[in-house]
């Protein structure tokens, strides 16, 4: 997919800083870690916002609508509007974790 199509990320928002970020992430093995790692790196906030917005991908790919993803996640429908635009129009990291996760 285009880089940064759905949104205001453009080709220059991977740099030598997140690149190393995203070879850490890689080099975790277990859940633990990860959990370990984010919560490290994240305020309690940016990792609700992290879970909020997987939780909304996951729902928005079963098909709810979003004012029921609204009402279940408290997500405004402004961020799941975003959310299904990154999900259908994005890099393809989505749709990448969504397959891996199912087990495809």
């Given amino acids: 997919m285009a880089s940064g199509s759905a ?38 906030g940016e990792l609700h916002d992290l879970a909020q917005r997987w939780a909304v991908v996951r729902l928005l790919d079963a098909g709810m609508h ?22 259908n129009h994005g890099e393809g990291g989505y749709r990448l974790a969504l397959r891996r996760v199912a087990g495809g």
Avoid: K, M, N, Q
């Fill in 7 to 44: 949104g205001t990320a453009g080709p220059g928002w991977r740099s030598p800083d997140s690149e190393a970020l995203f070879d850490a992430i890689l080099r975790l093995e277990t859940p633990d870690e990860v959990a370990a790692f984010l919560r490290d790196l994240c305020t309690l």
């Fill in 66 to 87: 979003y004012a029921e993803i609204s009402r279940t996640t408290g997500a405004s429908t402004a961020t799941i509007t975003r959310i299904a635009s990154w999900l």
